[in-house]
């Protein structure tokens, strides 16, 4: 009997094959014209400027949190993923896992997860 399930390997499929899935899916669950998205980014303070989304998929969070002044990151382990978020933002994002992130300490004003597993 198979013990346990690799979620690593079955949400790499997922996102190869699918990607924006994640991003299809939430922005449906609408309630007062308002999705997930927007309730999380109500959430980040104005003031924030340097913005990082763990797990940021096809950069639905980095677009909601767009605004003046703010520097976005998405960051994401899916490839396929970002190559859809690139080409609906002109914001940075980066290839790498949450569990080792490529940034110094105290160089964020605000970090953001809409859906990530780590």
């Excluded at 346990?4 to 299809?24: I, M, Q, S």
């Excluded at 998205?37 to 104005?46: D, E, K």
């Excluded at 976005?72 to 970002?82: M, P, R």
Aim: aromatic letters at 6%; proline letters at 5%; one cysteine or more.
């Amino acid at each position: 009997m198979k013990r346990g399930f690799d979620w690593a390997t079955y949400l790499a499929a997922v996102h190869r094959d699918h990607p924006g899935l994640t991003e299809a899916i939430m922005t449906r669950l609408e309630a007062d014209g308002s999705n997930p998205y927007r309730w999380l980014a109500r959430a980040v303070s104005p003031r924030a400027r340097d913005v990082l989304d763990l797990a940021c998929g096809a950069g639905a969070m980095v677009r909601e949190l767009e605004q003046p002044g703010r520097r976005l990151i998405g960051l994401d382990l899916s490839e396929h993923e970002l190559a859809v978020a690139t080409e609906r933002s002109q914001a940075p994002f980066v290839c790498a896992d949450a569990r080792r992130l490529p940034f110094a300490d105290d160089s964020l004003d605000a970090v953001v997860s809409a859906l990530g597993r780590w």
